[in-house]
Antibody, heavy 122, light 106 residues
């Protein structure tokens, strides 16, 4: 079975940093794009970032460009989201999601993690 | 970025009803649109991909249609467990964009 397990969330002050991890199992990790999607309290879903199966290609929503970095470690079947210069408006539950199409940089999200709460507050 | 407009934002219905939710995109996305269901405190779940393909394990009362810029999610014979919030997502190009969500209430 596909499993995605996020960790690394918590409380951080504005301007601080946090690194989220998503440990994947149950599929050929290197074959699929992996993404992060966030949801602010009481709000809708927002795509944040994606990384291709090889790790060579990355994309970001404009509001996090230059502050967040997505990466993946194939030896650990884990995808990361390094979040720097955090702002109050980055407060959200962050979900890790698996792409549905093997070998493609696009596609829907067929499996999701349980989410990791990031709170940015002084 | 492609804008996605989802309507209605909320919807009241009863068990056994048939409901339709619509998403419109600001430019054509062929059939690269997917639908998700989210219940309070839970992660979203994929229902429909490629506009009209049912994800594994999803009941057949869920169906999707559309292409280019207009898409619909239809739920027939509503069940109690279907009351949730639904989102569409254009997965045609980056940045991916979600609709604003539709809260389906009893």
């Amino acid at each position: 079975d596909v499993q995605l397990l996020e960790s690394g969330g918590g409380l951080v002050q504005p301007g601080g940093s946090l690194r989220l991890s998503c440990a994947a199992s149950g599929f050929t990790f290197s074959g699929y794009v992996m993404s992060w999607v966030r949801q602010a309290p009481g709000r809708g879903l927002e795509w944040v970032s994606s990384i291709s199966g090889s790790g060579a290609s990355t994309d970001y929503v404009d509001s996090v460009k230059g502050r967040f970095t997505i990466s993946r470690d194939h030896s650990k079947n884990t995808v990361f989201l390094q979040m720097n210069s955090l702002r109050v408006e980055d407060t959200a539950t962050y979900y890790c999601a698996k792409g549905s199409l093997m070998g493609s940089n696009y596609g829907s999200f067929d499996y999701w993690g349980q989410g990791s709460l990031v709170t940015v507050s002084s | 970025a492609i804008q996605v407009t989802q309507s209605p934002s909320s919807l009241s219905a009863s068990v056994g009803d048939r409901v339709t939710i619509t998403c419109r995109t600001s430019q054509g996305v062929t059939t690269d649109l997917s639908w998700y269901q989210q219940k309070p405190g839970k992660a979203p779940k994929l229902l429909i991909y490629s506009a009209s393909s049912l994800h594994s394990g999803v009941p057949t009362r869920f169906s999707g249609s559309g292409s280019a810029t207009e898409f619909t999610l239809t739920i027939s014979n509503l069940q109690a467990e279907d009351f949730a919030t639904y989102y569409c997502l254009q997965d045609y190009n980056y940045p991916y964009t979600f609709g604003q969500g539709t809260k389906l209430e009893i």
